[in-house]
């Protein structure tokens, strides 16, 4: 039984399936990497698993549990975070005032986690009284990365957490990912860097046609002739 599991689901939006008997797990501390063409259905696989598109077939647990009936802000209570490919930060206030909203769920002391989020990402703590609006793509990327991490979460997803920023700022994020995931914290996400993301990945998913095409780990599926032609550019 894997800790987190979107098993077999099949759904879409109104009467269309998007995805077509799709599974997609994550161990604790384990890195999980969604990777397709466009349209393949990740980021609909990555709302299925999080409660936002309901399922005519199929379900998903967390730890054993079946959570499909439950909302996502349900699934934020059981130890889930999501952090969304675009407008995922408060771009009013400041990085700290972002950072606080993430904690709005807890009722302790929260000032131990933001040392935490500050230490991974030291340029929040230097900006931590700048507007998010005022900050770069990646800066960005790190406040909703960091928001994520003050529920405290046990599984940890990602959206295309790497769009619109540098190469430089994409190794930097993964490596940060990389130091989530080894505190015990699952990871799943979906990336458009495919071959990068694989690289990083304990295990990888290359989803056609919102349907499960190859399943395996991620150094597996960059050795796979098949993969490499198809979906990484040879």
């Known amino acids: 039984m894997s800790f987190l599991i979107g098993d077999g689901m099949t759904g879409g939006y109104g009467s269309a399936d998007i995805l077509h008997d799709c599974t997609i797990a994550v161990e604790k501390g384990e ?3 969604i990777v397709g063409p466009n349209g393949a259905g990740k980021s609909t696989a990555m709302k299925a698993v999080f409660g936002m598109l309901p399922l005519r077939l199929g379900h998903v647990r967390l730890e054993g549990e079946d959570i499909t009936a439950l909302t996502p802000q349900a699934r934020v209570a ?3 975070a999501f952090v969304p490919q675009t407008q995922n930060v408060f771009t009013s206030l ?3 005032e972002n950072l606080e909203m993430g904690a709005y769920l807890r009722r302790d002391d929260i000032r131990g986690t933001m040392e935490q989020v500050f230490d991974l990402f030291p340029i929040l703590g230097e900006k931590r ?3 998010a609006g005022e900050l770069s793509g990646g800066q960005r990327q790190q406040v909703a990365v960091g928001r994520a991490l003050m529920t405290q979460p046990s599984v940890l997803m990602l959206d295309e957490p790497t769009a619109g920023v540098s190469p430089i700022v994409m190794d930097e994020l993964f ?3 990389i130091e ?3 505190t015990g914290i699952a990871i799943l996400m979906v ?4 071959r990068q993301a694989l690289n990083i990945a304990d295990r990888g998913y290359v989803l056609v046609q919102g349907e499960n095409r190859y399943t395996d780990t991620g150094e597996a599926l960059l050795a796979n002739p098949d993969v490499r032609r198809s979906f990484l550019g040879g």
């Open 31 to 33: 890195i999980a990497v």
């Open 191 to 194: 990336e458009q860097n495919a």
């Open 129 to 131: 009284r700048q507007p």
């Open 78 to 80: 059981k130890g889930m």
């Open 94 to 96: 400041t990085v700290q």
């Open 175 to 177: 490596d940060r990912i």
């Open 180 to 182: 989530v995931a080894r």
